[in-house]
């Protein structure tokens, strides 16, 4: 008996094992954000661009520390997280007195329009919030073993500390021990491996960067002062892409830090980006090896086969992949 070309499909199909491309799908990745925000606008979009990617499914942001020292910037990550939808999310600060001052837009937390804030937040003070340590301990410790990316785009003060703090309440480990339990990859804008270039990152907190340097017990990927500076952002997207409000906290931002037409260095969202995305393409890697660190912030790479370091390089050809990503993702708007 000949069956219907529908009914060998039915019946084809029913012998299939079904396909769930939710099962599929990877768990996202847990995501600490470690930022001195305030000093640079690329620190805002790369937040944009995080919850840009949890709405996605990608990552699910588990705190965001703070290595400016002033008490706005945590009152403006906590306006930005807000505006996404996602308020709770533990914020923690450090008391170094690094740029201890306000910066060009994170005064946009304490902003009005007809007596209420333009971006409602919780949060009004950085001296109401936890210490950047206990945040971090505490995200680790409650995070699966071998799963946590720390993207770090500002100064090592926090890290630093966080691998010199000791057993606690809540975790008998050390918090090297903690790093080296919990974290699979630092990705990290810092340093410069085309020149001796003494990059801003490193040299606000030299001590705390050599430490990193020097002890950092899980993989790490540098994105070096070149490669955000290879990658500007278009100030034509600022300009179009953020009116579906009135007000958006990241255009806002742009404008105040330098206002178009500027086309800013995405310096800190290519080390979101590959935290996150490490397999789309967007960037190769040298070979592994070792990074070295003067007294002066100058840093130098040194190939070893079994290297904890690798830092990231920009083909030509996939720039402008890597920028239609920059932008899609810092512009994306909230979910519903």
């Not at 910066?103 to 003070?125: C, E, I, M, V, W």
């Not at 950047?132 to 100064?155: E, M, N, T, W």
């Not at 500390?161 to 974290?183: A, F, H, M, Q, R």
């Not at 206002?259 to 310096?267: E, G, K, V």
Request: proline fraction near 7%; glycine fraction near 8%.
């Amino acid at each position: 008996m000949r069956l219907s070309l529908c009914a060998l499909f039915v019946s084809l199909f029913a012998l299939t094992p079904s396909i769930s491309f939710s099962q599929q799908r990877p768990d996202p990745v847990p995501l600490i954000f470690d930022t001195d925000i305030g000093n640079d606008v690329d620190d805002a979009l790369a937040l944009g661009m995080i919850h840009s990617l949890q709405s996605r499914g990608e990552c699910k942001l588990l705190a965001v520390t703070i290595t400016k020292d002033h008490e706005l910037a945590a009152p403006f990550v906590d306006a930005v997280n807000t505006f996404y939808g996602r308020g709770d999310i533990p914020i923690g600060v450090c008391r170094s007195g690094v740029t201890n001052t306000a910066g060009r837009f994170n005064t946009l937390a304490t902003q009005k329009d007809n007596g209420k804030l333009r971006y409602p937040h919780d949060l009004t003070s950085g001296k109401d919030a936890p210490d950047a340590v206990a945040v971090l301990r505490k995200s680790l410790a409650d995070a699966k073993d071998g799963s946590v990316v720390i993207a770090q785009v500002g100064f090592s003060t926090n890290l630093a500390n966080l691998l010199g703090s000791s057993g606690d309440e809540i975790s008998p480990l050390s918090g090297t021990e903690l790093v080296k339990k919990k974290v699979r990859l630092l990705s990290i804008m810092a340093g410069a491996f085309t020149d001796d270039h003494k990059e801003y990152n490193l040299i606000k907190d030299i001590p705390s960067a050599k430490k990193i340097v020097a002890d950092w017990p899980t993989p790490i990927v540098w994105s070096g002062y070149a490669v955000g500076k290879s990658l500007t952002y278009p100030h034509q997207s600022i300009l179009k892409d953020y009116g579906y409000v009135d007000h958006h906290p990241l255009a806002e931002a742009y404008i105040l830090y330098m206002p178009p037409p500027h086309d800013r260095p995405t310096w800190d969202l290519t080390s979101v980006l590959y935290g996150v995305r490490p397999d789309h393409g967007y960037f190769e890697l040298s070979e592994p090896g070792a990074v070295e660190m003067a007294d002066d912030g100058v840093t130098t790479f040194k190939a070893a086969a079994n290297g904890r370091d690798r830092y990231i390089l920009v083909r030509e050809d996939l720039r402008p992949k890597v920028l239609e990503a920059l932008q899609l993702l810092s512009s994306q708007p909230p979910s519903k």
